[in-house]
């Protein structure tokens, strides 16, 4: 005989109470615990893209490892490709515990990614065509990435803030060997420096787009607000890129490079960084698959998929998608 617990005899109303009551008192969420479907949803949906994009993240620095100059930068950059690989992996078996309840597998995960359903980030439709570029994206997208992702730390959702422990710590090391890069280039040649000053011109508007846009967080029904509603994050994509230019904008002049955009200080007053909006349209068709190397890179992604059949199938003990 099935045991009902009182929790289970609630109306859906009051279940939803008592959850957001878990919710305020700061508890953990795991994976097994009853959650309102926006939740799961609004979850599966950040967890999937932080996971894919970990794993699409991989490839324009997979590029540098034959190219690196030396050999100590080849193996940091091959660890660093590896760690990406691996945040990937971790992030989609959360990913997949939020989905079983609703009979969809990882699989679909992958399959929503080729046929375009799921979206990856932005900065990873770019191209890297120099060794500077390498090192600006270890530099300031790991940066970036650090920033938005220890504002998650303390999630709400418990799988997803143990997983993002792990993450960060490694992101640190990331952008450490990212700063390594850009230092050197910065005390070198003059063809290093300019090489370096072409890297942050080409990836500017790919570092503020890298937040999202700012949201209308009054009208209260963007998905913003529904992350900040859950304590999943705390802060808005605004206030993230704002934190962003804090920390970045000062080292930057520091070691001799110029912004790419004029326009842009410190506001005293208004207490915030003022500076010239990226074009959003532009954003839109990137993450459309529409971006420079976007069908590049998912034909990669997919050619691996396929010829690594035998390895998911290996593990499984069943026949893969492919
Ligand atoms: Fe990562
Ligand atoms: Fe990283």
Same mark, same amino acid.
Request: hydrophobic content about 40%.
């Given at each position: 005989?099935?045991?009902?617990? $009182?929790?289970?005899?609630?109306?859906?109303?009051?279940?939803?109470?008592r959850f957001m009551e878990r919710i305020e008192a700061g508890e953990k969420i795991e994976?097994?615990?009853?959650?309102?479907?926006?939740?799961?949803?609004? *979850?599966? &949906?950040?967890?999937?893209?932080? !996971?894919?994009?970990?794993?699409?993240?991989? =490839?324009?620095? &997979?590029?540098?490892?034959?190219?690196?100059?030396? *050999?100590?930068?080849?193996?940091?950059?091959?660890?660093?490709?590896?760690?990406?690989?691996?945040?990937?992996?971790?992030?989609?078996?959360?990913?997949?515990?939020?989905?079983?309840? =609703?009979?969809?597998?990882?699989?679909?995960i992958m399959q929503d990614l080729f046929s375009g359903n799921l979206k990856f980030h932005?900065?990873?439709?770019?191209?890297?065509?120099?060794?500077?570029?390498?090192?600006?994206?270890?530099?300031?997208?790991?940066?970036?990435?650090?920033?938005?992702?220890?504002?998650?730390?303390?999630?709400?959702?418990?799988?997803?803030?143990?997983? =993002?422990?792990?993450?960060?710590?490694?992101?640190?090391?990331?952008?450490?060997?990212?700063?390594?890069?850009?230092?050197? *280039?910065?005390?070198?040649?003059?063809?290093?420096?300019?090489? *370096?000053? !072409?890297? %942050?011109?080409?990836?500017?508007?790919?570092?503020?787009?890298?937040?999202?846009?700012?949201?209308?967080?009054?009208?209260?029904?963007?998905?913003?607000?529904?992350?900040?509603?859950?304590?999943?994050?705390? &802060?808005?994509?605004?206030? %993230?890129?704002?934190?962003?230019?804090?920390?970045?904008?000062?080292?930057?002049? $520091?070691?001799?490079?110029? %912004?790419?955009?004029?326009?842009?200080?410190?506001?005293?007053?208004?207490?915030?960084?003022?500076?010239?909006?990226?074009?959003?349209?532009?954003? &839109?068709?990137?993450?459309?698959?529409?971006?420079?190397?976007?069908?590049?890179?998912?034909? %990669?992604?997919?050619?691996?998929?396929?010829?690594?059949?035998?390895?998911?199938?290996?593990? $499984?003990g069943s026949k893969a998608t492919v």
């Amino acid at each position: 005989m099935a045991i009902v617990t $009182s929790f289970e005899r609630l109306s859906e109303e009051d279940k939803y109470q008592r959850f957001m009551e878990r919710i305020e008192a700061g508890e953990k969420i795991e994976a097994d615990d009853w959650m309102p479907d926006e939740y799961r949803m609004t *979850l599966i &949906k950040l967890i999937a893209m932080h !996971g894919i994009s970990e794993i699409m993240g991989a =490839l324009p620095e &997979k590029e540098w490892v034959p190219k690196a100059p030396t *050999l100590r930068r080849k193996l940091g950059i091959m660890a660093k490709v590896q760690d990406e690989m691996g945040h990937g992996q971790l992030l989609l078996r959360v990913a997949e515990d939020l989905m079983a309840p =609703l009979g969809k597998t990882r699989e679909e995960i992958m399959q929503d990614l080729f046929s375009g359903n799921l979206k990856f980030h932005n900065v990873f439709h770019m191209p890297a065509p120099t060794w500077g570029d390498a090192g600006l994206i270890g530099w300031l997208v790991d940066g970036a990435a650090i920033i938005t992702q220890t504002n998650m730390l303390d999630a709400s959702y418990g799988p997803y803030a143990r997983a =993002l422990k792990r993450i960060c710590a490694e992101e640190v090391f990331h952008a450490q060997h990212g700063e390594s890069i850009i230092l050197a *280039l910065a005390e070198g040649t003059k063809e290093q420096k300019e090489m *370096l000053q !072409g890297a %942050l011109n080409r990836w500017w508007d790919a570092l503020l787009m890298f937040f999202g846009p700012d949201s209308p967080s009054t009208t209260g029904t963007s998905k913003q607000d529904i992350t900040i509603k859950y304590r999943i994050r705390t &802060k808005t994509n605004e206030q %993230l890129r704002q934190d962003f230019f804090t920390k970045y904008v000062p080292r930057i002049l $520091s070691i001799g490079l110029q %912004l790419p955009d004029e326009t842009m200080h410190y506001d005293e007053t208004e207490g915030k960084w003022i500076y010239r909006q990226p074009d959003w349209n532009q954003f &839109k068709e990137i993450i459309r698959n529409n971006g420079p190397k976007s069908k590049e890179r998912l034909r %990669l992604r997919e050619l691996s998929y396929r010829h690594n059949a035998w390895v998911r199938e290996a593990l $499984s003990g069943s026949k893969a998608t492919v």
